[in-house]
């Protein structure tokens, strides 16, 4: 599927979409949400809602009645929002994460999906609290958007800030947290007198004594030493061990799983362990030299590894594997003695300006040595590639700089080609070695995401003479890798978008963001 560089939304980076400054994303989501008449709202942090809705703070956390999830999420998925698991971690049931991408300020918005009131420590959600009924019944509406009363929140996070002193891991947030959290201890208890989160906790949670209550608010609303909230958070834990999620046995083998998820991540080089339901994804950036690729490569790995599992690649320049790896380490040596055998030297006679197609570069050793080092390349990228595949296989997504095409010749793709009616030793290994390269070449995955950059090869020689960069290539080659780009095609592509990069920087990595984001 070709499809056209992607036409730039209205507005412009930065700016906001609705005078009370939400993001346009999340209006069009609660106004969606309101208009369904739901059972929702938003049950945590609107102490800082305003930075919510604005972006700032990253999480949106809604709750939902279980008996509307199914219709939240046809809304959600109605609005482009993109579902979401964590891979290698242990997640609670009924919780669930989608991802909305705001192209107004090319912001990704999380939002937390929940279906019962899973809280306590941060990496487990280690208690399941029977607060969803108190939360969803006792609403208001702030900027359009339900929340709880103040009563009802002040229980729920007392309670939730309470186990989580008696967590390790939590511990060291907490403590870089202290004057957040008594801030919002003492919003929550602002116009409120206290006896309705009492009547709240008798009604909803028994367990917790209003004596203990009392003495958890206070302890939380001002300073107070560490030891003393420790002590209150382990009565606070005992009394809620009915709505623990874990044994203490269960608890360690959770902790198990989420440090050995956290270790094979940090050994595979990703730092992030969410991965998209629908899938991972080959994203491939193609274009001849000066076109932006490295950019906006860069820019993408950042954008989307901010969030899930993402695997970059440098395609045009595969590193070595063990089986090329020795003759590649005799390069250096070959290139000093013998200059004339060089790579581009012999590339430039084989696709020359005025040729059509590609010939032999030279008789004798030299058209040898040449396609042997177009095999090795096409090994390594093979290999290179395979591992792409696999990573995309397994929900990830692999952005490539470069990808090689079909077509002979063109920049990053086979080099040889038969020559059927040549006679000779030369000759027939020559031959035998293009169908190799041929045969190494067909055995790459196709990708399914294609950015293919246009830019014009005035525009190309401009910014190369701008580029900081040590032995800076010239205008000559910059015009035969022009003329080897071609049009860039391969079988099995499933999204092929052309990107006119001539735009400002900022309005072409918006394009591409908006044509990966639609094809995820």
């Not at 999830?69 to 979401?84: D, E, F, H, M, W």
């Not at 032999?360 to 040595?369: H, K, N």
Request: glycine share 6%.
């Amino acid at each position: 599927m070709i499809c056209s560089s992607p036409a730039a939304p209205p507005g412009s980076p930065g700016a906001r979409s609705t005078q009370n400054g939400t993001l346009e994303i999340l209006d069009r989501l609660f106004k969606a949400l309101n208009a369904s008449d739901v059972s929702y709202c938003q049950w945590k942090s609107n102490f800082a809602l305003e930075r919510v809705l604005s972006g700032e703070k990253d999480d949106v956390d809604l709750l939902v009645d279980r008996r509307s999830l199914s219709q939240v999420i046809t809304i959600l998925l109605g609005l482009g929002y993109k579902p979401a698991i964590v891979k290698s971690e242990p997640q609670p049931p009924n919780v669930f994460h989608y991802y909305g991408f705001d192209q107004q300020i090319d912001h990704l918005v999380h939002l937390h999906l929940y279906g019962a009131v899973y809280t306590g420590e941060s990496f487990i959600n280690s208690h399941l609290l029977p607060f969803d009924v108190m939360l969803l019944a006792s609403g208001r509406t702030i900027d359009g958007v339900k929340v709880p009363s103040k009563a009802a929140e002040l229980v729920c996070f007392t309670l939730k800030v309470f186990v989580k002193y008696g967590s390790l891991l939590d511990l060291i947030y907490l403590l870089r947290e202290t004057h957040e959290i008594e801030a919002e201890a003492r919003w929550l208890l602002a116009d409120n007198d206290l006896s309705e989160a009492l009547r709240l906790v008798e009604k909803y949670c028994p367990v917790i004594e209003e004596q203990l209550f009392v003495k958890c608010v206070s302890t939380l609303s001002a300073p107070t030493s560490l030891v003393k909230r420790l002590r209150v958070a382990w009565q606070v834990r005992r009394r809620l061990k009915i709505y623990s999620r874990y044994s203490r046995l269960q608890r360690l083998s959770a902790y198990i799983r989420l440090f050995w998820g956290h270790g094979r991540r940090r050994l595979a080089g990703n730092k992030k362990s969410k991965l998209l339901h629908s899938g991972g994804a080959i994203v491939a950036f193609v274009g001849p030299e000066a076109s932006g690729k490295s950019t906006l490569v860069w820019e993408c790995s950042h954008w989307l590894g901010s969030v899930f599992t993402v695997k970059t690649v440098h395609a045009g320049k595969p590193p070595a594997s063990w089986l090329t790896a020795p003759a590649k380490h005799l390069l250096p040596l070959l290139r000093h003695f013998l200059p004339h055998f060089r790579t581009t030297r012999l590339e430039s006679r084989a696709f020359p300006a005025n040729a059509t197609k590609s010939r032999l570069p030279m008789e004798g050793p030299a058209s040898l040595l040449y396609a042997l080092r177009a095999v090795m390349v096409a090994w390594d990228r093979r290999q290179l590639l395979l591992r792409a595949g696999r990573s995309a296989a397994n929900g990830e997504i692999a952005i490539c700089d470069r990808y090689p095409s079909e077509t002979i010749g063109a920049m990053d793709s086979p080099r040889l080609r038969e020559h059927p009616g040549e006679r000779g030793v030369i000759a027939t290994l020559s031959n035998w070695l293009a169908q190799l390269e041929c045969r190494l070449y067909a055995q790459i995955p196709p990708p399914d995401i294609v950015l293919r950059l246009n830019v014009s090869i005035d525009t190309a020689k401009i910014r190369n003479r701008e580029r900081i960069k040590p032995d800076k290539e010239s205008d000559a080659y910059l015009e035969s890798r022009h003329r080897q780009m071609g049009k860039w095609h391969r079988s099995g592509t499933k999204y092929i978008y052309d990107i006119d990069t001539r735009h400002p920087l900022a309005e072409t990595i918006l394009n591409v963001k908006r044509a990966i984001w639609e094809s995820l």
